[in-house]
């Protein structure tokens, strides 16, 4: 499975942005994607998952701003950011799981969010 990000630049506090994670492969075998996100100094943090049967989950710090949705008719995962703040800066990373891993086996390259105040 590949995945290929983008959407990713630079917006002002209060701004908007929707990142795109193209999947390519044998994406049939995937069971679940999820947006992570990394900034300089600090640990990954997990932002959100969507799963088969189109359920989705949203970490807490990101409710009511975010979104995550997939169309599977482009075999794309998207990550709608609303509401941006200077600590949503990071490195965001797309991820798929396969059934029966213990972890997201596949990455793609990431693509940078920065939030100026």
């Known amino acids: ?25 044998d994406i049939f075998s995937v069971n679940a994607m999820g947006w992570f996100r990394q900034a300089p100094g600090k640990e990954r943090e ?19 701003r975010f979104t995550i949705s997939r169309d599977n008719a482009v075999n794309t995962l998207y990550l709608q950011m609303n509401s941006l703040r200077p600590e949503d ?21 990431g693509t940078q969010v920065t939030v100026s105040s």
């Open 89 to 109: 800066t990071a490195m965001y990373y797309c991820a798929a799981h396969r059934p029966g891993m213990d972890s997201y086996e596949y990455w793609g390259q």
């Open 46 to 64: 997990e932002v959100a998952v969507w799963t088969d049967g189109d359920r989705t989950w949203i970490a807490r710090s990101m409710k009511g």
């Open 1 to 25: 499975v590949q995945l290929v990000e983008s959407g990713g630049g630079l917006v002002q506090a209060g701004g908007s942005l929707r990142l795109s994670c193209v999947a390519s492969g």
